[in-house]
């Protein structure tokens, strides 16, 4: 039974630049404020900084993790990146069940730096597996 | 024809659609390098949503410039059903908000993902913000 106050699971991982450049391939986004330190150094950030919807995919598997395929078919998501995420930095993604209401579960998501700095804040919805069940 | 800049398309500027494949191959690239462990347990017909927005990413880079010093201030996302690797898509990528508030840009832009038979299956909102005067 899923309930108000239950937490999503935690989804840690450590950045670094390779991790950054492989994405920026994959994705085909290779703003030098990714993948060029010497560029990203006269940039406001001072440093290249991970791309938004590579953090938020952490967020994504921690969702998996707790919903399975019901994030997948129906899953609802609405976050703020409110920081950027920098090579050696260990995020976690996680969030907390809460609302339970008609088979629908509202959580607080959000993604963490290891200083405890939220980098991304947000809700998501997903209806609930009936495996899990619901009231 | 010289690519546009974000920043100078109009709202309600629809970008040609955009049909694509969910290749297999370039899905597990993804998962690999998004480190997701989770999606895959679910079986090989399994694909994340944010694969299909990271692909609709792809393209609109290929179509328009994104303004220099460009970050992503926000993201929503909603699924209709679950995507599958292989699976033929059409995307559509809308200018849903262009607007200058102090010295930043926002820009909006919604991105709609479609079975062939018109069937909606995704849809989300990125929100970038852009220096003024940067890029142009």
């Not at chain 1, 840690?12 to 060029?36: C, F, M, W």
């Not at chain 1, 006269?42 to 290249?48: A, I, L, N, S």
């Amino acid at each position: 039974m899923i309930e108000p106050g239950e937490p999503l699971p935690a989804v840690t991982k450590t950045l670094d630049q390779g991790k950054i450049n492989r994405y920026a391939e994959v994705s085909g986004d290779g703003n030098p404020l990714h993948t060029d330190p010497e560029f990203a150094s006269r940039t406001p950030f001072g440093g290249t900084i991970a791309h938004g919807l590579l953090v938020l995919a952490y967020l994504s598997e921690s969702l998996t993790l707790a919903f399975g395929r019901a994030w997948l078919e129906g899953g609802k998501l609405k976050v703020r990146f409110r920081a950027p995420a920098r090579p050696g930095d260990t995020v976690t993604a996680g969030g907390t069940v809460t609302e339970v209401r008609e088979g629908l579960a509202r959580c607080q998501v959000e993604v963490r730096n290891q200083k405890g700095e939220a980098l991304i804040l947000g809700e998501a919805e997903v209806l609930i597996p009936l495996e899990r069940g619901y009231g | 024809m010289t690519t546009p800049s974000l920043d100078e398309l109009p709202v309600g500027y629809r970008f040609p659609k955009v049909p694509f494949r969910l290749d297999v191959e370039w899905v597990r690239d993804y998962l690999e390098a998004v480190e997701d462990k989770a999606t895959p347990s679910l079986g090989k017909d399994a694909a994340p949503p944010l694969a299909a927005l990271v692909m609709m990413v792809r393209r609109l880079l290929e179509l328009a410039r994104l303004p220099e010093g460009s970050v992503h201030l926000g993201q929503e996302l909603q699924c209709h059903r679950a995507l599958h690797p292989g699976e033929e898509l059409i995307g559509e990528l809308i200018i849903t908000g262009n607007s200058v508030r102090q010295s930043w840009r926002f820009l909006q832009v919604d991105v709609v993902v479609r079975a062939p038979q018109g069937e909606e299956v995704m849809k989300a909102r990125a929100t970038i913000l852009s220096p003024v005067g940067q890029g142009q």
